[in-house]
């Protein structure tokens, strides 16, 4: 079992910056990739970024690419995603997610979930 824990969330205006946590306890996680997905008022989850735990590789929605980006720090057992210049579109709550997913993109691929952390960014 992985639990994975978000934080970092809030309510901020629009053009400032954030930083979300998934802080990732319980099972080895050296093959996992690490998952960011939101889900806006009345919107289907989409896909933010995600990365490998064993590289340095990431995945960033075309969307969001320039503002947001997603790193770890594998001694904390933790995800982050950096969200620069942020706009009341990026409003929603964004999840935390763990698995092996052979597309990063398919939420469905990824077996853990985090309760996920309002985002709230006013106009």
């Known amino acids: 079992q992985v639990q994975l824990v978000e934080s970092g969330g809030g309510l901020v205006q629009a053009g400032d910056s954030l930083r979300l946590s998934c802080a990732a306890s319980g099972r080895t996680l050296r093959s996992s990739i690490m998952g960011w997905f939101r889900q806006a008022p009345g919107k289907e989850r989409e896909f933010v970024a995600a990365?490998?735990?064993?590289?340095?590789?990431?995945y960033i929605a075309d969307s969001m690419k320039g503002r947001f980006t997603i790193f770890r720090d594998n001694t904390k057992n933790t995800v982050y995603l950096q969200m620069n210049s942020l706009k009341p579109e990026d409003t929603a709550v964004y999840y935390c997610a763990a698995g092996t997913p052979k597309n990063v993109l398919v939420q469905t691929a990824y077996t853990y979930w985090g309760q996920g952390t309002q985002v709230t960014v006013s106009s």
């Open positions: 990365i490998t735990w064993s590289d340095t590789s990431t």
